[in-house]
């Protein structure tokens, strides 16, 4: 799950770590009132979820009150479209108003997890700021890292050591080291997937703050700190990953046309390595799993119809808990409720109550291809 930047910096805040002075405005009235109380002279930054926010036009340095006010009216209500952003861009619902940071200098500081290794990763660099992702392509050597055993933690000796191998500052190496501590009580505290300060930005006064900050929680810990689900900005998500969320179905949109409804996570993989295989490509990953009732997988099937992008539907259900008749009654009802009833459903049943299921599916005047195995289910897709 991930949250705005200023509920990320509230985090920080929270923690001890300094943040500028500002507020969150959800309209252009707001929007000036906190400008007024920071002397007028800010920066208006639209919050979305989605890194290259400047480059966009998303944050701009104003000098007077009523500029924010301006700037405010402007984006919040918009779509700012970045590089992260996919085609239809997000909607701006809020802007952050805040003090300018004179900067000095800029550190990268990040925390996220290796799975590889089952380790967690800090990285640090004294060359931070909106170019860290060409810097890591182009000079990987000047970001350090170093491997931490989730068992024991950040150890004090391997913070030190990797300030120490950044090239932090002498004067500000007990500072960031403070600040790489607090990060990392956040990082394991509220279970997170990313914590970043890009850039912590070193003032011409000399003081360390947190200029941009970015936290992704993992979904599957939520439930272990329930106040973090009110930082959901709906608005910011998929609409159709947001319904599948309510319904309890694991689902991820992609960029595909073949919409795939399966169950189990990897039997779901495979049906996404077989649509590939085909020349097409899945439009979804979804997971009914495997104790799906006729209407969830309803509910699941709804979802993919109710996405523009499919052309086809792959279904692949091999049914062990979840019976194949339950799966076959659940599709004729998401047809029966949305339509679209002339779209090729490409499916493959074996396991409990295959023929049942089978049955079911002849008898619903559906466009229905019945295949065998996954090889059949490639051609299928190709053909229709």
């Known amino acids: 799950m991930r949250i705005h930047e200023y509920q990320a910096k509230e985090i920080l805040s929270n923690f001890g770590i300094k943040i500028p002075m500002g507020g969150n405005a959800k309209n252009p009235e707001e929007a000036f009132d906190l400008a007024v109380e920071l002397g007028g002279r800010c920066v208006v930054k639209a ?31 918009s779509r700012l479209y970045t590089g992260q952003s ?143 689900l009110g930082l959901r900005d709906i608005t910011q998500e998929d609409p159709l990953e947001s319904i599948a969320r309510k319904h309890n179905i694991s689902y991820v949109k992609l960029d595909g046309d073949v919409g795939c409804l399966v169950n189990g996570a990897g039997l779901a993989m495979a049906t996404m390595d077989v649509t590939n295989s085909s020349g097409s490509g899945p439009a979804n990953f979804l997971d009914v799993g495997g104790g799906a009732s006729p209407d969830k997988v309803c509910e699941a099937m709804k979802i993919i119809l109710s996405d523009n992008d499919v052309k086809k539907i792959l279904v692949n259900i091999f049914g062990g808990i979840l019976r194949c008749d339950l799966v076959a009654t659940g599709i004729v009802n998401a047809f029966t409720n949305v339509g679209n009833e002339n779209i090729p459903l490409i499916v493959r049943m074996a396991g409990t109550n295959a023929e049942q299921g089978i049955s079911i599916l002849r008898k619903s005047g559906l466009k229905v291809i019945f295949v065998q195995n996954l090889d059949a289910a490639s051609i299928a897709i190709r053909e229709n």
């Not at 660099?125 to 989730?150: M, Q, T, Y």
Request: charged share 25%; net charge negative.
């Open 47 to 77: 919050q979305v979820y989605s890194g290259g926010r400047g480059k966009a036009g998303g944050v701009k340095l104003v000098e007077k009150a009523e500029e924010s006010k301006v700037e405010a009216s402007r984006l919040i209500g």
């Open 86 to 228: 996919g085609p239809n861009g997000l909607l701006v619902s809020s802007v952050l108003i805040e003090e300018p940071v004179n900067i000095a200098g800029e550190i990268y500081i990040s925390i996220l997890p290796n799975p590889e290794t089952e380790t967690h990763i800090v990285m640090l660099s004294n060359f931070g700021g909106v170019d860290i992702e060409e810097l890591a392509e182009k000079s990987p050597e000047k970001i350090k890292r170093c491997e931490i055993d989730p068992v024991y933690g950040l150890m004090d000796y391997q913070a030190r050591d990797l300030i120490y191998a950044a090239g932090i500052d002498i004067g500000k190496r007990k500072a960031v080291f403070q600040i790489l501590s607090r990060m990392y009580e956040i990082y394991s505290k509220y279970y997170c997937s990313l914590v970043e300060i890009n850039p912590l930005a070193i003032t011409d006064t000399g003081d360390l703050v947190a200029a941009d900050a970015k936290i992704l929680f993992d979904d599957d810990a939520l439930y272990k700190n329930n106040e973090l």
